[in-house]
């Protein structure tokens, strides 16, 4: 699933090949993808020149004239194409967007659980699944008393309330697993029982986690790539997640993987133990 290092780096990929494009015409293949009526989507944006490609968190915001935004959740598998012919786009492809220039802006979407929303530009910030969002790495309003507060609040294990979206948003699976390994957290450990010597690790951790991602272009596991169709380089730098049963870097135990909040999840059972 694109975390927020590999949406971002779509974002910046997107803004360089397609802003101040018009879009002169749209083809849903299949409706599913955009919430509401389908011609309402579509006479929203049609004629609409797109401004530029913004993000929160996970969600790519395309911000047209006329004070609209669409906001698009890539979700599992979700990836944009941009391509000069209609014939390059495969049956995966289930939106696309006929730009004044003659290209073509395609949406790709495996599985089928990607969602596009159009709204007025200054109610984003106000819709349901933004609106409930915590802060982001990164920004000035993620910081270690926020963060604190946030994880002192919950019970459930620390695994579980990073990857919810509230405390911290942009998290995904690969990530959390990265960082905890990097400020000796046990994945199963409650959220508001660490220690203070592990909430002044984990605050860094984080940024440093998703600063260093962001500069590699993401991670591709299995099939990422980034809007001109790069695969990140940051698995290359993984520590922890997808190395079970290597050496930990930093002690030498194998990297062991367990299931935590319904994910697989990886960690070093010397480095990171549950707290007395």
Known sequence: MPELPEVETVRRGLNKLITNRKITAI???YPGIIVGPVTDFKNQLIGRQLLDVGRRAKYLLFNFDHDLTMISHLR?????QVRSSLGDFDKHVHVIFTLDDGQY???RDVRKF???QVVPTDAVLKTKSIAALGPEPLTPEFTPAALAAGLKRRKKNIK???LDQHVVSGLGNIYVDEVLW???INPNEPANNLSEKQLAALYPAINE???TAIKAGGTTIRSYVDAMGHKGKFQLSLKVYDQEGKPCVRCGQQIQKIKVAGRGTHFCPQCQVLNQ
């Open 76 to 80: 599992m598998e979700g990836k944009y």
């Open 209 to 211: 986690e998703i600063a």
């Open 114 to 116: 990607g969602k596009m």
């Open 105 to 107: 802006l395609g949406y």
């Open 27 to 29: 083809e849903v293949r």
């Open 160 to 162: 579980a309330t990073l």
């Open 182 to 184: 990097m400020a000796q």
